[in-house]
């Protein structure tokens, strides 16, 4: 860079020279708990601790990396810093999401597109907000080309849809429906309570957020991702360990 005549002979660092390095650790419930990468983050100023700095950063990594294979490369899964020990960082489940291809490859012409949400409780107080995208289909037999749903089969397909998904996620934890959702088992019996209201082409379990948390025991955050896994193991031969950034 050109300096003017003031800041002449001053040396410039690097924005990177402040930051500390820290290894993302995968939430102990998600296929088991390994490294997935780096982040930068500053380090101590003052009375403001570097791990402060950390503390609370949400991140998004693709499922498929998470797992080791392409199967459900278009899920994301969100992650939470919630203990920071030494350069490693300890995450929770924080919500899930998927491409925006994902639903852009069922959109066709002469059909409705269906949004739903709702906000569901589970057994262990975890309050999430799940959204639904459905598309409608022609009956057997129909000649006609279009196959729009009329406003009063949209409302009680999103009357019944939420009430499954509210009853469901009350006699489950937050783990087991997120598994649920990645696992796409809980798609066919949504789409089967959609279908006998009018016949759907796809239904996509698009994203979950969280709204809000019960409290989360760290010490035993830490103790499971220490503790080795079956498919922790497995994953790490797929998975190429990150190295740090120079």
């Known amino acids: 860079k050109q300096f003017n005549r003031k800041g002449k ?11 500390v390095w820290y290894r993302l650790l ?13 982040i930068p983050g500053n380090k101590t100023i003052g009375e403001k601790q570097a791990k402060d700095n950390v503390l609370g950063r949400v991140c998004e990594i693709s499922f498929a990396d998470l797992q080791g294979n392409n199967n459900k490369d278009f899920r994301k899964l969100k992650m939470q810093v919630e203990e920071v ?10 919500g899930l999401d998927c491409t925006k291809e994902t639903i852009c490859k069922v ?15 589970t057994q262990d107080n975890f309050i999430l907000r799940v959204f639904v995208t459905l598309v409608t289909t022609r009956k ?3 000649k006609n080309k279009n196959s729009y749903a009329q406003s ?44 006998k209201v009018y016949p759907t082409n796809a239904l996509i379990v698009r994203k979950v957020k969280v709204l809000k948390k019960s409290k989360i025991d760290v010490r035993s955050l830490v103790k499971d991702s220490k503790t080795p896994h079956a498919k922790t ?14």
């Open 9 to 19: 002979g001053k040396i410039e660092k690097h924005a990177f020279a402040k930051k």
């Open 26 to 38: 995968s939430p102990p419930s998600f296929e088991g708990c390994h490294s997935i990468g780096w």
């Open 85 to 94: 020990e030494g350069n490693s960082l300890y995450t929770s489940f924080h």
């Open 107 to 121: 959109l066709k012409k002469r059909q409705s597109l269906v949004d739903i949400w709702v906000d569901v409780k």
């Open 140 to 142: 057997n037999n129909q």
């Open 152 to 195: 009063s089969q949209i409302r009680l397909m999103r009357k019944k849809i939420s009430s499954s998904l509210t009853k469901k996620a009350r006699s489950m934890d937050h783990t087991t429906l997120a598994k649920e959702i990645l696992n796409e088992s809980i798609n066919t019996p949504l789409k089967n309570i959609a279908d």
């Open 233 to 246: 193991t497995a994953a790490k031969k797929q998975i190429k360990e990150v190295k740090r950034p120079a």
